[in-house]
């Protein structure tokens, strides 16, 4: 159908207000730059305001509809329709005022499978590494509610005080939509585009699932802005990568950018964390037990999606006994579509979210300022959820969907909370911070009890072993005095503050003495505190099959006893370990809550010589204060030799001669001395030696050999 013609805007200023405030309202069918009378939204401080006339709930105008869109997904032979409900000032009606939407859309709004104890549907993740695993139980029917009225009335008092309807629609095959769930499917970043094309004109909705009876939006503005927790969150960013036009902004809380990184890690077959559950909260799940989870759609319907959908791809494609990234992952991924998001993004993210966890967010952030996307993050130090401060959310849609010039997009780029406040934050020019630089840690011998972790060092020729048992809880493991499951290593005593920031990326070289096994390292905080689930200790953790050391597609049996190099990402973070506390690097095997249990038995020996961990430190090398012991010399010596150059104090009681790593047994003298001029080097980048400094440090080094 032809979309309706766009409205004028006007605008006038109101007295008797507090200064700042400005009221502009938009009118129907007015071709006149003539400001006209009515209610509109008023701004103050860059922000929609609660509007009296608004706020009136019982003169709200509510409707349910169901928008008609463009794919056929549970077969029947008639384009799928998805359930919708709006609720808008009355204004849009007895004034022809046209408003922006805030939009919600969901799978859980009909309810979900009633999950025991016991997880009892879900995969039973007691079985080998690389094997098919036993057959899961079928899940318990969610009733159907025919008779529901709405979807829901999150944000509604929120946002239509302040001038904005808000839409909400329920995700293909649940509650009244029609369609199969597809659990990150084509078909679920479709039908947010269909209501955002509705409220623009080009797509055509009914007031019933199956009548003719059309319903225009009339009151819009056109303009969209998405917003939701989890999977909620999810679907704003799946509607914005088909670049559907009226999705001006998002707002993405704890969302998805890659299913495959939800419920697989570097080849691992993973499961979601989080909460207080010894035995993992969603131990088990994979996109089969997410749909199942969802599948409140029409009964009628609900065989045919059973048995394509369920059965036919996920059963067959997501692949649990290997772990692989496939075509069936692929397709569902949002970070490879990224190039088509338009919609300004403000991303908001905890970064002990062990659910869906941190790199969700920080991948598709990066890619999202590359390509010149308008974004900015929120990160807090929370579990799951969070969404950002309302002033920042509300700036963010007053500027991209009334399109008043609150120069949001000028504020910092970053803004992320360090301690138990979420509210409490510091601004950032960008993630990660950008005074950060990797700084390379090094295990040292001991890790059945707790071994050195220090930048300051040479790799070290030794080997160390584990044995899996999945029966440990990471956090009782990291807490060991001493214990034959895990390999922990820690700093000395910091003697300043050590800022993370960033994606630290860790080599383990290791030989398996099966085929098959699982790799699972952690950083935390010593001591650790809280008990053995507390996120509190925990500042980042990573998971890898060492059988994907060569590729991510395709796994390949490790020979007994020979040594593999495993090369991953672990989940980023944005953490102060305080001064007086320890940094430690745990490597284990099976982890309690995340992965597969294999039975116990396997070991894993590290080779520490070829193992470590590049860290994005806050400052770079010179700003780590990991040294146990002062240096009171007045002056750098080099192997005997006065260099003449001050020892500065650089972090702690670290000083310029710690970093000098004169009495390591280097290869040759030559490898000494181009040491001595990296560390020369970063010290002139920091200011802290100057150029002719630096030359007698390297001629000192050079001396050394006499």
């Known amino acids: 159908m032809a979309a309706p013609a766009r409205r004028a ?19 129907a069918g007015s071709g006149s730059a003539t400001p006209q009378p009515g209610t509109g939204p008023i701004f103050e401080d860059g922000q929609a305001q609660i509007v009296p006339e608004f706020s009136d709930s019982s003169a709200w105008i509510r409707q349910q509809l169901w928008v008609e869109t463009e794919f056929d997904s549970d077969g029947d032979g008639r384009p799928d329709r998805v359930h919708v409900d709006v609720t808008r000032p009355h204004q849009t009606e007895t004034e022809d005022l046209r408003v922006p939407v805030i939009y919600e859309t969901s799978p859980y709004y009909a309810g979900t499978a009633a999950v025991d104890s016991q997880l009892s549907w879900f995969w039973d993740v007691h079985h080998e590494i690389g094997k098919e695993p036993p057959e899961r139980q079928p899940a318990p029917q969610i009733p159907h509610r025919p008779d529901r009225t709405s979807v829901s009335n999150s944000h509604v008092n929120e946002w239509v005080r302040r001038g904005f309807a808000v839409v909400h629609s329920e995700s293909p095959g649940t509650g009244l939509s029609q369609g199969c769930p597809t659990i990150g499917g084509a078909n679920e970043s479709r039908a947010p585009k269909a209501v955002v094309d509705w409220l623009n004109g080009r797509a055509t909705a009914y007031t019933s699932v199956d009548g003719d009876e059309e319903v225009d939006a009339y ?22 990568t088909t670049g559907v036009e009226g999705l001006e902004a998002i707002v993405p809380v704890a969302a998805i950018s890659e299913w495959y990184d939800y419920f697989r890690s570097n080849g691992t077959v993973k499961h979601p964390g989080g909460g207080a559950s010894p035995e993992g909260t969603w131990r088990g799940e994979d996109a089969d037990v997410l749909y ?32 692989d990234y496939n075509e069936f992952w692929a397709a569902r991924s949002y970070l490879a579509d990224a190039g088509n998001i338009q919609a300004a993004t403000l991303f908001a993210h905890g970064f002990n979210d062990w659910n869906v966890m941190p790199q969700q967010a920080v991948q598709l952030y990066e890619a999202l300022r590359e ?42 780029r970053v803004r992320i909370a360090h301690g138990s406040d979420r509210f409490d934050t510091t601004a950032f020019d960008d993630y990660p911070n950008p005074d950060t630089a990797n700084v390379t840690f090094l295990p040292q011998a001991g890790g059945a009890e707790v071994g050195g972790f220090t930048s300051l060092t040479l790799p ?51 030989a398996s003495s099966k085929p098959a096994a699982n790799l699972s390292v952690m950083l935390v905080r010593l001591p650790w505190t809280g008990s053995p689930l507390s996120a509190a ?22 020979i007994p006893g020979e040594f593999y190099d495993v090369t991953f990402d672990v989940q980023s973070t944005d953490k102060i370990i305080a001064k007086g506390q320890q940094l430690g690097l745990m490597i284990f095997s099976s982890d309690h809550q995340h992965t597969l249990r294999p039975e116990p038995g396997t070991e894993l020996t590290v080779d520490l010589a070829g193992t470590s961990i590049d ?71 920091a200011g802290v030696i100057t150029p002719r400094e630096r030359g007698q440090l390297v001629r000192a080094a050079a001396r050394s050999a006499r």
């Open 219 to 240: 009151w819009s503005t056109g303009k969209v802005g998405m917003t939701g927790t989890s999977y909620n969150g999810t679907l704003p960013i799946a509607a914005a």
């Open 292 to 323: 199942d989870f969802v599948n409140s759609g029409y009964p009628e319907t609900r065989d045919y999606c059973d048995e394509t959908v369920r059965d036919g791809t996920m059963l067959a494609e997501m692949d649990r006994a290997d772990g």
């Open 9 to 27: 805007r006007n605008g006038r200023l109101v007295t008797g207000m507090a200064a700042g405030a400005l009221l502009l309202p938009f009118f």
């Open 371 to 412: 390509q010149g996307t308008p974004v900015q993050a929120y990160f807090h130090q929370g579990g799951h959820g969070g969404a950002p401060p309302l002033e920042m959310m509300n700036r963010w849609f007053t500027r991209y969907l009334w399109d008043h010039e609150n120069d949001v997009e000028n504020d910092p």
């Open 537 to 558: 200790s925990v500042v980042t953790r990573g998971w890898a099959d060492p059988r994907n050391h060569r590729s991510l597609t395709d796994s390949e049996a490790l």
């Open 615 to 685: 860290l994005p430190v806050v400052g770079g090398p010179l700003a780590v204060g990991i040294c146990a012991d002062e240096d009171t010399r007045e002056t750098v010596v080099i192997r005997g030799e006065d260099s003449g150059v001050p020892n500065h104090t650089l972090a702690g009681t670290c000083t310029i001669n710690h970093h000098i790593l004169d009495e390591a047994e280097w290869e040759n003298h030559g490898d000494f001395v181009r040491h001595v001029g990296r560390v020369a080097d970063q010290l002139r980048a």
């Open 460 to 510: 070290e020729a030794t080997t160390e072993t584990l044995e899996d048992d999945y029966t440990h809880l990471a956090g009782d493991l990291a807490q060991a005095e001493s214990s034959d499951h895990r390999l922990l290593y820690a700093t000395p005593v910091l003697s300043e503050d050590l800022h993370l920031s960033g994606t630290p990326s860790i080599t383990v070289r290791l």
